[in-house]
């Protein structure tokens, strides 16, 4: 099974900071990852497919990148609206979520 | 638009089967290009990939779970169904359908999961 780990699990930083969230995988998965924003009470919404590329709608201050085994996911100036928590999910062997990274209002 | 609503019941008995259905509109689970997937998330929790089934009917499970579930489709009534068998407390979660927009046999034809359900919520209990 491939095991995807996300880090850090809690992360605290203010409107208008640059966030990035850590997503590394226990083997190769090539290109194959999503992004998730989920906010509370809600079902997640896709941001980020094949590592980098932008599901139609959202934001360009969200990036993907890397390969292989380690990925991140980036958000630049940071909005009010995306204080919530995000997953990674690899596609590549079966499917398998990060376990979550909550970002907060410092 | 394409939209997924999941029904079911809200309560099962442990060692009973949870059965969940989830109704499609604006797309035809029949045609090519989409896995019909389930989800599920535990109070609290991460998101928990139970499997999907595709246009064809094949289906593929999480290994975790795979001796308890099964994933149908109703094509008639454009919607797919999801059976976890023997629940115990340990299944107590909100239950996702979503669309994995998939147009072929290859992850470099994934474009990730883009329509979801608003979730259900199913507690074990008796």
């Known amino acids: 099974d491939v095991q995807m780990t996300q880090s850090p699990s809690t992360l605290s930083a203010s409107v208008g900071d640059r966030v990035t969230i850590t997503c590394r995988a226990s083997?190769?998965?090539?290109?194959?990852l999503a992004w998730y924003q989920q906010k509370p009470g809600k079902a997640p919404n896709l941001l980020i497919y094949?590592?980098?590329t932008l599901e139609s709608g959202v934001p360009s201050r969200f990036s993907g990148s890397g390969s292989g085994t380690e990925f991140s996911l980036t958000i630049n100036s940071l909005q009010p609206d995306d204080f919530a928590t995000y997953y990674c999910?690899?596609?590549?062997?079966?499917?398998?979520f990060g376990q979550g990274t909550t970002v907060e209002i410092k | 638009q394409v939209q997924l609503q999941e029904s079911g019941p809200g309560l099962v008995k442990p060692s009973q089967t949870l059965s969940l259905t989830c109704n499609v509109s604006?797309?035809?689970?029949?045609?090519?290009?989409?896995?019909w997937t389930w989800i599920r998330q535990h109070p609290g929790k991460g998101l928990e990939w139970i499997g999907y089934?595709?246009?064809?009917?094949?289906?593929h499970y999480n290994p975790s779970l795979k001796s308890r579930v099964i994933i149908s489709e109703d094509p008639s009534q454009n919607q797919f169904s999801l059976k976890l068998s023997s629940v115990t407390a340990a299944d107590t979660a909100v239950y996702y359908c979503?669309?994995?927009?998939?147009?072929?046999?290859?992850?470099?034809?994934?474009?990730?999961?883009?329509?979801w359900g608003q979730g259900t919520t199913v507690t074990v209990s008796s």
């Open positions: 979503a669309r994995e927009d998939y147009r072929g046999n290859a992850p470099s034809y994934c474009y990730g999961m883009d329509v």
């Open positions: 604006g797309d035809s689970i029949s045609s090519s290009g989409s896995h």
């Open positions: 089934i595709s246009y064809s009917g094949t289906t």
């Open positions: 083997q190769n998965i090539g290109n194959w």
């Open positions: 094949r590592a980098s």
């Open positions: 999910q690899q596609y590549n062997d079966y499917r398998t």
